[in-house]
């Protein structure tokens, strides 16, 4: 039993004596969240661990003060089934707005699925804060449509272009690995990428940077996010010399990937997007084969603020696993109480206007939100992370512990390490 539910059955018993002896109960204000997320999924779960370890603590605190009065927090599960079912997931944001009358939202995380869910909220004008979906154009639409879309916000992660320029420096760093350790000059790379919209852009801008950056592209993969079997597309790739396995996956086919490229002992480094790979549940899914898997990430035990370190352990006690950036709906609670209060009401309108000056140290950098209410990227704000699995720990390996991107160093980086068996393959 997680600590709000205790609060609120001490709350109630305590009003059952108050009534029973005569005395009127005390009036308790509420804000209630809904947190909606494909919640059958890691995705989800780490959208409501993130969002109800925030709730903990701000009510914990007193909750948020709006004008001169104190409101406690109140979160609604909300299950989108998004990664199924886009229709399904329109009609769960319908549902939490009319039947669960939350007051704002946070969470989703399939792009198809979060457009549907950004429409209804908008439609309601309720304040919706993304921290799942990279798509550009989700915040687009605020910078087009102002007026119909400006209740929506994205908190992480940072949009697919920004995820694609840390993608091809994560990249680049390991073509640079193997031409210094292997005298291999022009890397050849196969694009494995999961079949959905975020993913596309990616693609697509592999075919323009790869070659510029003295790649050759050896072909293209696009399995199901869901898919159970890789072991064509894995012999394919292999049967091609590819170097590199450039990947860009984020559902449940990144278990499947990681755990049959280690089995086969595919001679590529795997480098690019594998949400599956951000968790520390990783290693054992992968049953140890996703060794030398790098990813992409928002967290790692490394110091990118004060808050990063302390936020981790806090969520790995409550929840007993890693967070994944999905659990970001912890600085959203954050952003959002800040920005009530500074607003005094809970007028949506006035708290866009305030959530448009935030300007919060949080746990993955400074979050400072564009014109089109986009997480800014860059030296300064929130960059992201490369981390790498070695031998069971999930390692930083960007941006560079040399401190040679920017300037930028996270104590605690360490040095990427090309996967043992591919260096045996390739060793000229």
């Known amino acids: 039993m997680n600590r709000v539910m205790k609060g609120a059955i001490l709350l109630l018993l305590a009003c059952f004596v108050m009534v029973a002896a005569g005395c009127p109960a005390p009036v308790v204000n509420e804000i209630k969240i809904g947190v909606i997320g494909p919640m059958a999924f890691v995705q989800g779960e ?7 370890l925030a709730a903990e603590e701000i009510n914990a605190q007193g909750g948020i003060l709006v004008g001169d009065e104190w409101y406690q927090i109140t979160l609604a599960q909300v299950d989108s089934n998004e990664m199924l079912s886009v229709t399904d997931a329109a009609t769960a944001m319908e549902m939490a707005i009319t039947v669960e009358n939350v007051d704002f939202l946070v969470g989703g995380f399939r792009t198809e699925a979060v457009f549907a869910m950004q429409d209804v909220a908008m439609g309601y004008e309720v304040i919706f804060l993304g921290c799942g979906a990279a798509t550009v154009e989700l915040c687009t639409l605020v910078a087009d449509d102002y007026e119909t879309y400006k ?4 908190v992480t992660p940072i949009n697919s272009s920004y995820l694609g320029m840390v993608d091809f420096l994560l990249l680049g760093m390991v073509a640079e690995e193997i031409r210094a350790e292997l005298g291999i000059e022009t890397p ?3 694009i494995l990428a999961e079949m959905a919209v975020w993913a596309d852009s990616i693609v697509a801008a592999a075919y323009v940077y790869l070659p510029a950056m003295g790649m050759e592209i050896v072909g293209e993969w696009r399995p199901s996010p869901i898919a159970t079997e890789v072991m064509a597309e894995l012999s394919a790739i292999e049967a091609a010399g590819a170097h590199i396995i450039f990947t860009t996956i984020s559902g449940p086919l990144g278990i499947t990937y990681a755990r049959q490229w280690g089995e086969l002992e595919i001679p590529a480094a795997s480098v690019g997007i594998n949400v ?7 290693w054992d899914a992968t049953v140890g084969k996703g060794n ?18 302390p936020f981790i352990d806090r969520f790995v006690e409550s929840a007993g696993e890693f967070p994944t950036y999905n659990a970001g709906t912890y600085e959203a609670l954050y952003i959002l109480k800040a920005a009530i209060e500074r607003a005094g009401t809970l007028d949506s309108d006035a708290v866009v206007a305030e959530l448009e000056n935030t300007d919060r140290i949080g746990t993955a ?13 860059g030296p300064g704000y929130v960059t992201g992370l490369g981390v790498q699995w070695q031998d069971g720990e ?3 390996v960007w941006p560079p512990a040399d401190g040679s991107w920017e300037g930028v160093v996270y104590e605690g980086a360490v040095d990427y390490v ?11």
């Open 365 to 377: 950098g400074r979050i400072v939100f564009t014109d089109a209410h986009d997480v800014t990227w």
């Open 394 to 396: 999930m390692k930083c």
């Open 292 to 309: 030398y898997e790098m990813t992409m990430n928002t967290y790692a035990r490394v110091n990118i603020t004060d808050e990063t370190i």
């Open 418 to 428: 090309l996967p043992p068996w591919m260096v045996e393959y390739w060793a000229p």
């Open 46 to 52: 780490h959208h409501w661990y993130g969002a109800q």
């Open 276 to 282: 599956e790979a951000q968790k520390e549940g990783f």
């Open 151 to 154: 209740y929506w916000f994205r």
């Open 188 to 190: 050849k790379v196969a």
